[in-house]
C-alpha cells in the first residue's frame, strides 16, 4: 500500500483558511486520495476524496497536483470545531476493492479564536 | 438516515474474558470493517467482511474474530482478553467495497481491559 506523509501538527486561526498538505510520492495510477478527520473521542469521519481532478463538497476543498504525488486539503473557512486530527489516505481501487484504510499518524489541526 | 451504530459503547473486562461488540451498518450496506485504535499503535484495520464473507484481515492475532450476518450486521469478538486489548473498536460501513465508495464510522466502543 502507498504511504503517505503529513506534518504532525498545524495551527490556524479561526475564519481564516486552512492548507493541509499530504505527500504521496508512490501513488499509483489506481488510487483514490481520501482525507478523513476525527474529532476528540469520535469515530473517524469522511471529508472528501478524488482521483485526479480538484473536488469540491460542502465541508472542504481538494486539490490534488498535475503528477498526483500531493495534494492539499482546504478549509475555506477554520471554525474551532474544525480542531480535529486529518488523515490523508490511499485506496488503490486495484487490490482487490477492499474496504481496508490505512491510518498514518495525521495531522493535528489546532484553531485559535 | 441512521449512521453506523455500536454496542456497547463502554465497557470493562477483566483479563482472560471475552467481549463481542457489535455494529449496525447503514441501512443498504453490505461492506463492514473494524478498526482498533489505542494512543500508541494509532488506527489499526482488524478485518472486512462483505455479503458474510471475509475480505481482507488485518495482522491480529486469532483471538479476535468477527462475523457478519445476512442483514449485514456484524460482531466481533476478542477472547482471553489481555491488558493490552484496551482501546477503542471502530466499526464502519460502506455501500460497496470499491476504493471510490465513501466509508462512514461509527462513534465506537471503548473497551477497558483490567
Known amino acids: 500500500d502507498a504511504k503517505t506523509t503529513q506534518p504532525n501538527s498545524m495551527e490556524s486561526n479561526e475564519e481564516e483558511p486552512v492548507h493541509l498538505p499530504c505527500n504521496h510520492s508512490?501513488?499509483?495510477?489506481?488510487?483514490?486520495i481520501h482525507w478523513y478527520r476525527q474529532l476528540p473521542s469520535q469515530g473517524p469521519e469522511y471529508v472528501i476524496h478524488?482521483?485526479?481532478s480538484n473536488v469540491n463538497n460542502r465541508m472542504a476543498s481538494l486539490a490534488i497536483a498535475e503528477d498526483r504525488k500531493s495534494s492539499t486539503l482546504i478549509l475555506h473557512r477554520a471554525t474551532l470545531r474544525d480542531a480535529a486530527v486529518y488523515y490523508c489516505i490511499l485506496r488503490d481501487s486495484g487490490s482487490g476493492n477492499t474496504g481496508k484504510l490505512i491510518f498514518g499518524q495525521g495531522t493535528t489541526l489546532q484553531v485559535k479564536p | 438516515k441512521a449512521g453506523v451504530t455500536q454496542t456497547p459503547r463502554y465497557l470493562i473486562k477483566t483479563r482472560g474474558q471475552q467481549v463481542t461488540l457489535s455494529c449496525s451498518p447503514i441501512?443498504?450496506?453490505?461492506?463492514v470493517s473494524w478498526y482498533q485504535q489505542t494512543p500508541g499503535q494509532g488506527l489499526q484495520f482488524l478485518f472486512e467482511y462483505f455479503s458474510e464473507t471475509q475480505r481482507n484481515k488485518g495482522n491480529f492475532p486469532g483471538r479476535f474474530s468477527g462475523r457478519q450476518f445476512s442483514n449485514s450486521r456484524s460482531e466481533m469478538n476478542v477472547s482471553t482478553l489481555e491488558l493490552g486489548d484496551s482501546a477503542l473498536y471502530l466499526c464502519a460501513s460502506s455501500l460497496l467495497t470499491g476504493a471510490g465508495n465513501t466509508i462512514y464510522f461509527g462513534e465506537g466502543s471503548w473497551l477497558t481491559v483490567v
Open positions: 508512490t501513488i499509483s495510477g489506481t488510487d483514490y
Open positions: 478524488g482521483l485526479t
Open positions: 441501512s443498504g450496506h453490505r461492506s
